[in-house]
């Protein structure tokens, strides 16, 4: 049988265009069990659960540059703090933590208490249980105070530290973390005083550092004591003690996350400009979806408002690809630009060496003209071949020596010219095969432009087959993002490209994470390319993209009680400065299993085991291996969590009622999700690599809504529509209501949240009253169905309007609202799929999806 464990398979695969793929032992040890209940439907073979398999580590060498953590680690972490240093209170443990260590010796059953362990079998609805109730109190900085990050930067899945792998190995639990450097934060600080970094590793000053020996501060990534830096040599002792007094001060001691203009020793090469380049698919299959016209208009409205200051730093290229790919020359003085087409596409060149990427604000009303001319250009196009391979080759050509943004819109698939593609889906071939790339000349271009401060971003548009497996590569290898789009008319491809536009981007981006010695980074998933093990060249950094890492304990952490993780993004402004920020995270260590279990942070780890999974599938790994891992992701920690309570009685099946609790019902969503359903009707698999991108590649809050879509009473989101800007993900989640069709049987309107689309449900059995507060009818029959919803003249339904509105300016996704109407009580058929706690197509409904769990952990 194959070793279908999530874990030390995903533990194979850092980096592997570079790394050398390492063995991972399991050890013949554990306890296993053997169990012929079928799982799930297409678990068809017998399976076995390990409780708990010890899993030797990946034979990784350090990850960590610059020094020896052998050598750091055992250093004077735990010597008297001076005088000068704040007086740090205890760890604080919350009071429950208490009760679950009576609760590990085994002779307790509080099964009663819901407010401290819950029986997950008979709660139906495990969301009204709360949030998860992690109350251990944030780490105290330098300065004595409270500082925590924005949610959504770094999230670790494990909010206490193992001290050690063994520790780590008893939970059971996915270790890493979620990330999202360079998204918009409510209060970000910017400081031009300088930057003080720990002189071994690299480290920038932060809240968490200590103060020791009255004037040196230890860095509490590598424990070397750094001195703290003068202004002259020979002070006094007041005056040295005025002098760290005034240290103190420092706003990166103060903030978790800062931002810092970078000296001129930061820039590895003078910034000109940025070059902005468009490639529009004009074949005959574009002409029918329409999308030019929306892309055109949204581009000239940004160019005309963009800042003038800007304008200086960009210039703009645009490539059109049919069978041939076009060109256009902007010369100073005429209005219209010449179109060149190449028709040699096996080895493309430019013909002129200037004039096709053109400044915008020299040429900027020719740019405008052009824009308007070009939706109605190429209506007669009837070529029905695209060779975007031979245009990318010309693009790189055009903008190397700057480097730049590739935005790519896509129709059809590219089947003439360099990287030709064939219609692969018509062949008969597997799921898992059409997922795998067809060939390597998309990857090997991004990888090439990566170097060259390249990246690429792809509008995947129309139901048309693209190989979207291949073209996928692209924004893969280069930090970009896909966008997929079934078909223009009532989507959300006008808002999302408006977003795209107008967001604040950054180039030529170097992100390197740094973490106290004895951790270890084992993998970098999503659209990024890893340099070194702890480093991501990002050619494009936006606001929008986030990314997972797999993390080990590779040394005991018994000798200190708090480790911190630094993730620093090196990057160029817009507006040509070069910058740093720096997000700094400070966690708790333990030897307490349990209170690890308890501190599980479910949001980072749907994002990890997502982004696992996804991995596991690209790399060819069948869709029912894939399943069976999730599967037991779910089993392992709450199977190490009945282990740790072994006198649990049988026919229950416990959890924390913390973050743990959520684990099975966010795998059950992740197993009906598009991108792991088993429906093997599905022939789409362009669908299921979008589907595979929006899910590992947004935030996290995007993320766990399409594992998990949010229903809620109409009145209950009203609720929130003031202050909706600044909620957390729990108050965003608060009142939600269980994913099955019971769930809509008050006469009352609903709001569905997937992530990627928002739907207004409303019930046959709404009043007339309540259906006139939210549309322009009087019953029910009137309503249209299937449209994007319009808002009335009344409050209710401008205070649903606001509330659309602020959530798309939350998100990096722009949404519209469909009207959706239920008959009967009904979920009606194309809404099933997010109704993911109902019994579907024969398939488990969550209550016996948790039985079998259970079953797996029990049954010996
Ligand atoms: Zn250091």
């Known amino acids: 049988m194959q070793n279908t464990n999530l874990m030390p398979q995903m533990s194979m695969t850092i980096n592997q265009d570079h790394m050398p793929m390492n063995p991972v032992n399991v050890s013949t040890n554990p306890v296993t069990v053997q169990t012929a209940i079928n799982p799930m439907p297409n678990m068809q073979h017998q399976q076995s659960f390990s409780v708990p398999p010890t899993l030797q580590k990946a034979n990784f060498s350090s990850p960590i540059i610059g020094f020896n953590p052998q050598t750091t680690a055992n250093q004077t972490c735990k010597s008297p703090i001076d005088n000068l240093q704040p007086t740090y209170p205890e760890m604080n443990v919350a009071p429950n933590m208490q009760n679950y260590n009576h609760l590990s010796m085994g002779n307790v059953q509080r099964i009663d208490d819901p407010l401290r362990i819950l029986d997950l079998i008979n709660t139906t609805n495990v969301w009204e249980t709360g949030g998860d109730n992690f109350d251990e109190t944030a780490m105290v900085t330098i300065n004595g105070s409270i500082s925590s990050l924005e949610p959504g930067i770094i999230q670790s899945t494990l909010r206490v530290i193992p001290e050690s792998d063994k520790i780590l190995q008893k939970t059971r639990l996915p270790f890493g973390i979620a990330v999202s450097p360079f998204k918009d934060t409510r209060v970000l600080k910017t400081s031009k005083s300088g930057i003080i970094r720990c002189g071994a590793c690299r480290t920038y000053l932060n809240p968490f550092v200590k103060i020791e020996r009255r004037f040196k501060w230890k860095c509490n990534i590598c424990f070397r004591l750094n001195s703290i830096p003068k202004t ?44 902005m380049a468009f490639v529009f698919d004009i074949s005959k299959i574009a002409k029918n979806q329409r999308y030019l016209e929306v892309a055109c208009r949204q581009l000239s409205t940004r160019i005309s408002n963009m800042d003038s200051n800007l304008k200086d730093n960009f210039l703009i290229t645009f490539v059109l690809v049919d069978e041939f790919i076009h060109l256009f020359k902007f010369t100073i003085g005429q209005p219209k630009p010449k179109e060149y087409i190449i028709s040699d596409i096996d080895d493309p060149f430019i013909p002129f060496p200037s004039g096709f990427a053109i400044a915008l604000d020299k040429f900027e009303t020719q740019i405008l003209d052009f824009l308007d001319l070009l939706p ?115 989507n959300n491809f006008e808002g999302d490209f408006c977003r795209y536009l107008n967001r604040e981007l950054g180039i030529d981006g170097l992100l390197k994470i740094r973490f106290t010695a004895g951790l270890g980074i084992d993998t970098f998933y999503s659209n990024c390319f890893v340099k070194t093990p702890d480093s991501v060249n990002m050619p494009i950094v936006s606001p929008d993209s986030g990314f997972a890492v797999k993390m080990f304990i590779e040394e005991s952490l018994d000798d200190i009680d708090r480790v911190a993780i630094q993730v620093a993004l090196l990057y160029t402004a817009s507006n040509g400065s070069r910058k740093v920020r720096v997000h700094t995270v400070c966690l708790p260590v333990s030897n307490d299993p349990l209170r690890i279990i308890k501190s599980f942070d479910i949001v980072p780890a749907v994002v990890l085991l997502a982004n696992m999974s996804v991995d596991k599938m690209n790399q060819g790994n069948s869709l029912e291996d894939c399943r069976d891992a999730l599967f037991n992701a779910a089993t392992d920690g709450l199977g190490a969590y009945h282990l740790l309570n072994c006198n649990q009685t049988k026919g229950h099946l416990l959890a924390p009622n913390s973050g743990i609790k959520l684990l099975p019902i966010y795998v059950f969503g992740l197993l009906k999700h598009l991108c792991f359903d088993d429906n093997r009707k599905l022939k789409n698999v362009d669908k299921v690599v979008g589907g595979c991108q929006y899910l590992t590649n947004y935030s996290q809050e995007l993320t766990i809504f399409q594992v998990c879509p949010l229903l809620k009473r109409i009145d209950d989101v009203l609720k929130t529509t003031k202050g909706l800007k600044d909620l957390t993900l729990p108050e965003l989640m608060k009142d939600r209501l269980p ?117 797996r952990i029990t049954s010996n």
């Open 232 to 275: 002259r040599d020979n002070y006094t002792m007041e005056e040295n003690d005025e002098h760290v007094l005034v240290f103190l001060e420092r706003p990166e001691l103060r903030h978790s996350t800062m931002q810092f203009v970078a000296p001129d020793s930061y820039c590895h090469r003078t910034f000109n400009c940025s070059i």
């Open 376 to 490: 109605t250009m190429f209506e007669s196009n009837s070529s029905d071949s695209n060779c975007l391979g031979s245009a990318l080759s010309l693009v790189k050509q055009l903008i190397q020596v700057f480097g730049g943004r590739v935005t790519i819109f896509q129709t059809s698939l590219p089947n003439v010219g360099q990287g030709a593609l064939s219609a692969r889906h018509k062949k008969d071939l597997t799921r898992e095969q059409l997922l795998l790339v067809a060939n390597d000349y998309y990857k090997e271009m991004s990888l090439t432009c990566t170097d060259l401060l390249i990246g690429f971003d792809l509008f995947a548009i129309g139901e048309c087959y693209k190989d979207l497996s291949t073209l996928a590569c692209l924004p893969k290898y280069s930090n970009g993002q896909l966008y997929q789009y079934a078909s223009m008319g009532e």
């Open 739 to 855: 994913l099955f069709s019971a769930s809509l049987n008050t006469a009352d309107i609903y709001f569905l949240d997937n992530g990627l689309n928002y739907y207004i449900l409303v019930n046959q059995l709404a009043c007339n009253d309540v259906i006139s507060d939210f549309f322009d009818v009087s019953s029910f029959d009137r309503i249209e169905d299937l449209v994007v919803y319009k808002e009335i003249e009344t409050s209710k339904s401008k205070l649903l309007s606001e509330y659309i509105k602020t959530l798309n300016k939350r998100r990096e996704k722009y949404n519209k609202l469909i009207v959706v109407k239920c008959y009967d009580n009904e979920v009606p058929y194309c809404m099933y799929k997010y109704f993911i706690e109902d019994k579907a197509d024969f398939k488990l409904n969550y209550i016996e999806f948790v039985e079998t769990i259970k079953n």
